[in-house]
C-alpha cells in the first residue's frame, strides 16, 4: 500500500489548524476513513508568552466570579476572556501533516481525496504541498510523520 503525504503550513494560525483538524475529523467519520486518512499537527517554535499570562488570569476570574454568585455565571465569564486571548498568534509554526493510504483497488478514492482537500477554503490558504512515493523528500516526511506523536 502506498502512501501519499499532504504537508500544510498554518503558520501561527492555531485557529485555522484546529478548524482544519475539526474537518478531517468531520470526513473521517463520515466517509468512513480510519486508518485510510490520518493526519497529525507539527508544532514547531516558541510557545507566546502572553498566552501563558492569559490563562491564570481566566482561572481567577472564574473562580473569583464562583464566589460571588452560582456555577454558571462562572463559566459565562470565562468564556469571553478566553476568546479575548484566542486571537493573538502564538510564536509556534503548526504544520499539518496528513497521510492517505488506499489500497490498490482504491485508486479512484485515493485520487479523488488528493484532489478534494487541497482545494477547500482551510486547506488552500495553507500553501497543500503533495509527497508522492517517488518524489524527493518523500523518506523525509514520512520519518516525520511516524515520529510525530
Request: net charge neutral.
Amino acid at each position: 500500500m502506498a502512501h501519499i503525504y499532504l504537508l500544510f503550513d498554518f503558520g501561527g494560525d492555531e485557529e485555522k489548524a484546529q478548524q482544519a483538524r475539526h474537518k478531517l475529523e468531520g470526513w473521517k467519520q463520515a466517509f468512513r476513513l480510519d486508518k485510510k486518512l490520518l493526519y497529525k499537527l507539527e508544532r514547531t517554535g516558541e510557545e507566546a508568552p502572553s498566552e501563558e499570562g492569559a490563562k491564570p488570569a481566566t482561572a481567577d476570574k472564574a473562580s473569583a466570579k464562583g464566589e460571588k454568585g452560582k456555577g454558571k455565571g462562572a463559566k459565562k465569564e470565562a468564556a469571553p476572556a478566553k476568546a479575548e486571548a484566542a486571537p493573538e498568534r502564538s510564536n509556534q509554526d503548526i504544520k499539518l501533516l496528513i497521510r492517505l493510504a488506499f489500497s490498490g483497488h482504491e485508486k479512484l478514492t485515493e485520487q479523488r481525496w488528493l484532489q478534494r482537500i487541497p482545494i477547500e477554503e482551510l486547506f488552500k490558504e495553507a500553501s497543500p504541498k503533495v509527497v508522492k512515493v517517488g518524489d524527493e523528500g518523500f523518506e523525509a516526511t514520512e520519518k516525520r510523520f511516524e515520529e510525530l506523536a
